[in-house]
């Protein structure tokens, strides 16, 4: 029971992470891989504010969403110079970047030894100790997510996204800045995996920059592609195949001494498999 629980609240904080990722890649065509870094910078304000301060987890958590905020709003500006792949390679490049202080800035970060002992969260006086109830917490936060970006995606700024995502030139002439629509949704996104930060530095109790390199980028980026683009219960139904399909896997009576690598093979001809036969992702509405 302990391990369905587990893996549930993984498929809970990648399901946010996968809602926040497709606000940009997927209704506003922007190819993003920086959102680990993102994901990164709110478990690390609210690993440090729970073990320094002794800071409740909510209110660590609301600011490791506006300190996120406010370094995606720089890196977003420096990002929108770029168009198309180059945009992509620029974010690329952000991701190292961030990644690497987590690594360096050993006095803030403890760099490679981690930081751990962050204790779960409490409100009102309850502790959400148990994985159960954390579990509950985990799913609350994925389903106002989940119904915050399909408010977004419906309202007329969602429209917008989608017109930008199409044609960004034809946009313009209808007189909207585009700019500051890139630059406001890529900030509610990286807010958005701030909150997954938080809750996965919580639920483990200890974080190390590994958890935060450009394969956890493109892990995210492949859950977004696989469940579909530009629909959002595709986002929590590839967080959902990705983390389940390895676990899987688990269970196939491969040969002990090859299992790992039969496992890594198998998942990567599966995830070959769907791309060639089902491009667009198993309920999406767009294409990269």
Not at 112 to 129: E, W
């Amino acid at each position: 029971m302990e391990y369905l629980i587990h893996i549930a609240i993984l498929i809970s904080i990648y399901g946010i992470l996968g809602l926040s990722l497709n606000l940009v890649v997927g209704f506003t065509g922007l190819l993003s891989v920086t959102q680990a870094a993102f994901y990164g910078i709110g478990a690390y304000v609210t690993a440090i504010l729970l073990t320094s301060t002794g800071m409740n987890f909510f209110l660590a958590m609301l600011l490791g969403i506006v300190i996120t905020a406010i370094i995606s709003l720089a890196i977003g500006f420096v990002l929108s110079k770029f168009k198309d792949d180059y945009y992509a390679l620029g974010s690329f490049g952000f991701n190292v970047i961030i990644y690497s202080i987590f690594l360096n800035w050993q006095s803030l970060t403890r760099g490679p030894l981690g930081i751990p002992g962050i204790p779960r969260p409490s409100l009102f006086g309850f502790t959400f100790s148990e994985n159960i109830w954390f579990l509950v917490l985990s799913v609350v936060i994925l389903g106002t997510i989940y119904f915050l970006c399909r408010f977004i995606t419906t309202s007329s700024f969602g429209r917008v996204l989608k017109a930008i995502r199409e044609d960004e030139e034809a946009i313009s002439v209808f007189g909207y800045r585009t700019l500051w629509y890139k630059l406001a949704i890529f900030v509610i996104s990286a807010g958005m995996a701030a909150v997954a930060g938080s809750l996965f530095a919580s639920y483990i109790t200890f974080i190390d920059p590994s958890s935060f390199t450009l394969t956890e980028s493109i892990f995210i980026l492949a859950v977004i592609i696989l469940g579909g683009l530009a629909n959002n219960k595709g986002a929590v139904l590839g967080a959902v195949c990705l983390i389940l399909l390895p676990e899987i896997l688990r269970f196939v009576g491969f040969p002990s001494d090859i299992a790992a690598q039969m496992r890594q093979v198998t998942y990567g001809v599966i995830l070959i498999l769907l791309m060639l036969y089902r491009p667009q992702g198993l309920v999406g509405e767009y294409r990269l």
